[in-house]
Structure formats: structure tokens, C-alpha cells
């Protein structure tokens, strides 16, 4: 069975530059999630969405972060203008609905802004 | 609020050795109960989990038992191999659909 998907796995960009990281959560899934990981702050969860509706956008650090999801099958996660501190590795994860039903994380998207 | 805490690591151990890391976790309610694992380099994979009181995780020789009295759920493997090497998180549910994690312990196995 295909997990979750994220492209790219890894981006180098400069700084100022718009950066768009994509997401197709497991089929039949009604939650998405968007965490970042870094070292220093360890893994936070920026925004989460059931059925392709913004449930909690709290986390996202602040304007120049911008999510969606058009359809049920995909998300994307924008950052524009990027800055160097946004650098940091970027998970997408998806669940069904229930409290036993556990999240199941993609790869990532290694981030790093010059 | 609800939390999760988990032990500091990082965790060294010899090959073949005990592990346990410990989490406890605040609730209101009954949450389910996660431990992931994270190898380097990769996303989050589901260890294992436990939906209620006493029910015990398992896979791949580690367990964790899901104890209510002392909201708790420690994870345990026998004998811990080199590959076992990674970041663990203990997390659990919250009622509003998403899961609430620990700070991730770092375990290193030495041959």
C-alpha cells in the first residue's frame, strides 16, 4: 500500500525565495497533518486539517507560512518569502478518524534556505 | 495541559542489553497510547500501541503496557541490537484528532 507521499525530499533555496512542499496523504485518510522537525526545537506541529478543512493553524510561526488542501488527496505547505531559519525538515502525516487510529508520517522534505 | 513527558536521553547502551525509556503522560479521559520510532534520515513509523487500560504493545521485542493508575506507558525490549539505534516518541491521543508527542528520547546501541 502507498504511505504518505512528500515531494521534494530535499530543497536548497535562497533566501526570499517562495518554497512549496507537497503532500498526498494515505487514501480514505480525513486528517493531515504538517509537523516541522529541528534540532532545536524538536518536532511541532504547525497545522492540521479534517476533511480538507483548516482545524488548527496555531502552530504556523507566522504569515509567511500559508497551507491548504484542495481535494482530499493532496496538501501543500508555502512559505513565502523563505528565511534561513525556516531551514529544518518538514513531515506530512495523515490518519484516519478515531482515537486509536495512530498517524502515519512521510518521509519528509529536508529544507534548507541560504 | 496535557503533556507528554518522556526520559532525557540520550540512552547508551551495550548490545543485548535492557532498555527501558520511560513515559508518563496527563490526560483528561482515556487516551490511546503510541510509541514511534525514528531512524536517522527517516519520517516517524508507528511502533506500537494501546487503545486502553492494561493493554499491552507490541512488535518487533519491544513492549509497553498502557497502566492508568500511574499514567504511564514505558517501553521495554529485552535484548536491543546495534539496529535499534534511533529517536523514540511516546505520544498519545487528544479529542480533537491529533496526537500529542513527547520530545523524543535518543537510544545508541554500541556492538
Known amino acids: 500500500d502507498a504511505g504518505v507521499i512528500q515531494s521534494p525530499r530535499h530543497e536548497v533555496t535562497e533566501m526570499g525565495q517562495e518554497v512549496t512542499l507537497r503532500c498526498k496523504p494515505i487514501?480514505?485518510?480525513?486528517?493531515l497533518f504538517w509537523y516541522r522537525q529541528t534540532m532545536m526545537r524538536g518536532l511541532e506541529l504547525l497545522i492540521y486539517?479534517?476533511?480538507?478543512?483548516?482545524?488548527?493553524d496555531s502552530g504556523m510561526p507566522e504569515d509567511r507560512f500559508s497551507a491548504k488542501m484542495p481535494n482530499a488527496s493532496f496538501s501543500t505547505l508555502k512559505i513565502q518569502p523563505s528565511e534561513p531559519r525556516d531551514s529544518a525538515v518538514y513531515f506530512c502525516?495523515?490518519?484516519?478518524?478515531?482515537?486509536?487510529?495512530?498517524?502515519?508520517f512521510g518521509d519528509g522534505t529536508r529544507l534548507s534556505i541560504l | 495541559g496535557d503533556s507528554v513527558t518522556q526520559m532525557e536521553g540520550p540512552v547508551t547502551l551495550s548490545e543485548e542489553a535492557f532498555l527501558t525509556i520511560n513515559c508518563t503522560y496527563t490526560?483528561?479521559?482515556?487516551?490511546?497510547l503510541f510509541w514511534y520510532v525514528q531512524y536517522p534520515g527517516e519520517g516517524l513509523q508507528l511502533l506500537l500501541k494501546?487503545?486502553?487500560?492494561?493493554d499491552k504493545g507490541s512488535n518487533k521485542g519491544f513492549e509497553a503496557t498502557y497502566r492508568k493508575e500511574t499514567t504511564s506507558f514505558h517501553l521495554e525490549k529485552g535484548s536491543v541490537q546495534v539496529s535499534d539505534s534511533a529517536v523514540y516518541f511516546c505520544?498519545?491521543?487528544?479529542?480533537?484528532?491529533?496526537?500529542?508527542f513527547g520530545q523524543g528520547t535518543t537510544l545508541q546501541v554500541k556492538p
Open positions: 502525516a495523515s490518519s484516519g478518524t478515531g482515537n486509536n487510529q495512530p498517524q502515519h
Open positions: 487514501s480514505g485518510h480525513d486528517y
Open positions: 486539517f479534517n476533511n480538507n478543512v483548516p482545524i488548527d
Open positions: 490526560a483528561t479521559g482515556y487516551p490511546s
Open positions: 494501546a487503545t486502553k487500560a492494561d
Open positions: 505520544a498519545r491521543s487528544d479529542n480533537t484528532g491529533k496526537l500529542i
